[in-house]
T-cell receptor
Framework: GAVVSQHPSWVICKSGTSVKIECRSL??????MFWYRQFPKQSLMLMAT?????????EQGVEKDKFLINHASLTLSTLTVTSAHPEDSSFYIC????????????FGPGTRLTVT | QKEVEQNSGPLSVPEGAIASLNCTYS??????FFWYRQYSGKSPELIMS????GDKEDGRFTAQLNKASQYVSLLIRDSQPSDSATYLC?????????????FGIGTKLQVIP
C-alpha cells in the first residue's frame, strides 16, 4: 500500500515553455501533498505544501507565480513550472501523506526536468 | 542551528557489519521521526517510523529514539552492498507545525563487499 505515482518521469523542454507534472496517490486518499526539488548531491528542498481544495502554502523563496500547484482531488496534485529556464532544471519529487499513518510521507518516483 | 543534523559521510562499513547512522534534532517538541533511504538518482523511500522513546525493530533495521537527548539513530545489521545509499533522517511536528517535516542532509552509506 501507500503508492504514489508521478508523471512524466523525465521531460526536456525549451526555455520559456511551461511543464506540468502530475502526482497521484494510487491506493489511498491524500489530504496533503508536498512538492520537493533536489539538485545534484544536495538535500531535499521543500517547495510547497498542497492541501486538497485550498491554495498551496509555499516555502520562503519559492515563487508561487512560477511554480503553480493545484490539488484538485484527494488523489491528484499538479505542479506547473511556468516560463521555465535552465536554472529550473532539477529533480522534482512529490510526496503524499496518508492521514491515518501519523505524518508518514510516501514519495513519488520523481520527475527529472531539463530545460534547454 | 540546523533543525535536523546528520553527518553527510560517507560512512563505510564492510559487508556483514552493523552500520550505525545518527541524527540529532533541535526542536524539543518534535513528535514523529522517520528514516528514509534514497538511492542515487531515485526518490526517498520510507523505511522506519518511530514515535516513542526506545527501540523499534523491523527486519535488519532498528530505529532508536531518545527524546531527552534529542537523538535518533538507525542501525542496519548484516549490512549488504544493496544497503549502499543515502539515509535521510526526518522529523515532524514541534514548532514548525504538525504537517511540516524537516529532512536532514542525509548520510551516505557505503557497504564494502
Amino acid at each position: 500500500g501507500a503508492v504514489v505515482s508521478q508523471h512524466p518521469s523525465w521531460v526536456i523542454c525549451k526555455s520559456g515553455t511551461s511543464v506540468k507534472i502530475e502526482c497521484r496517490s494510487l491506493d489511498f486518499q491524500a489530504t496533503t501533498m508536498f512538492w520537493y526539488r533536489q539538485f545534484p548531491k544536495q538535500s531535499l528542498m521543500l517547495m510547497a505544501t498542497s492541501n486538497e481544495g485550498s491554495k498551496a502554502t509555499y516555502e520562503q523563496g519559492v515563487e508561487k507565480d512560477k511554480f503553480l500547484i493545484n490539488h484538485a482531488s484527494l488523489t491528484l496534485s499538479t505542479l506547473t513550472v511556468t516560463s521555465a529556464h535552465p536554472e529550473d532544471s532539477s529533480f522534482y519529487i512529490c510526496s503524499a501523506e496518508a492521514g491515518t499513518r501519523r505524518y508518514e510521507q510516501y514519495f513519488g518516483p520523481g520527475t527529472r526536468l531539463t530545460v534547454t | 542551528q540546523k533543525e535536523v543534523e546528520q553527518n553527510s559521510g560517507p560512512l563505510s562499513v564492510p559487508e556483514g557489519a552493523i552500520a550505525s547512522l545518527n541524527c540529532t534534532y533541535s526542536d524539543r517538541g518534535s513528535q514523529s521521526f522517520f528514516w528514509y533511504r534514497q538511492y542515487s538518482g531515485k526518490s526517498p523511500e520510507l523505511i522506519m517510523s518511530i514515535y516513542s522513546n526506545g527501540d523499534k525493530e523491523d527486519g535488519r533495521f532498528t530505529a532508536q529514539l531518545n527524546k531527552a537527548s534529542q537523538y535518533v539513530s538507525l542501525l542496519i545489521r548484516d549490512s549488504q552492498p544493496s544497503d549502499s545509499a543515502t539515509y535521510l533522517c526526518a522529523v515532524n511536528g514541534g514548532s514548525g507545525g504538525y504537517q511540516k517535516v524537516t529532512f536532514g542532509i542525509g548520510t551516505k552509506l557505503q557497504v564494502i563487499p
